[in-house]
């Protein structure tokens, strides 16, 4: 939760290509202190059933810029798997984007939701609510 003095982060992701949350992706967070300052990775979590990451860990103060990686290469390959399993004929070449790293800025006491819009062959992301 954001405070005054810090900023926080949240997101979910929705795999167009089915209409349904991504479940089960991994996504790390980092920040860093100003443009020039290094990257601190600070952990991560995986999506839930609903495509929700709810525990991604806390912003430190003095943070200005986020980074989310989303590793979307073992989602796409577990549903490719899948949908081999049920239908052979129905073949893809998985993901094109094997991960997806999102950077924006943020300011303290403010709240980021950056909702993750993804299929095989593309992604959009946006500053929701």
């Known amino acids: 939760m954001s405070t005054e ?13 089915v209409g ?12 860093r202190s100003g443009a020039g300052a290094a990257w601190i990775a600070l952990g991560g979590s995986a ?5 929700r990451c709810k ?9 200005t810029h986020v980074r989310l ?3 979307t290469e073992a989602y796409f390959s577990k549903k490719q798997a899948d949908a081999q ?3 052979p004929a129905n073949r893809d070449s998985g993901a094109f984007f094997p991960e997806v790293a ?12 950056v909702p993750l819009l993804l299929n095989p062959f593309g992604y959009s992301v946006y500053r929701g609510s």
Request: proline share 5%; charged share 20%.
């Open 5 to 17: 003095t810090t900023a926080s982060v949240s997101t979910h992701i929705l795999d167009t290509s």
């Open 20 to 31: 349904r949350p991504a479940e089960g992706v991994a996504i790390s967070l980092a920040a």
């Open 47 to 51: 999506t839930d059933a609903d495509g």
């Open 55 to 63: 525990d991604l860990p806390a912003l430190p103060e003095g943070t």
């Open 69 to 71: 990686d989303f590793e």
């Open 85 to 87: 399993q049920d239908a």
């Open 102 to 113: 999102i950077t924006f800025a943020v300011e303290a006491g403010e709240h980021y939701h």
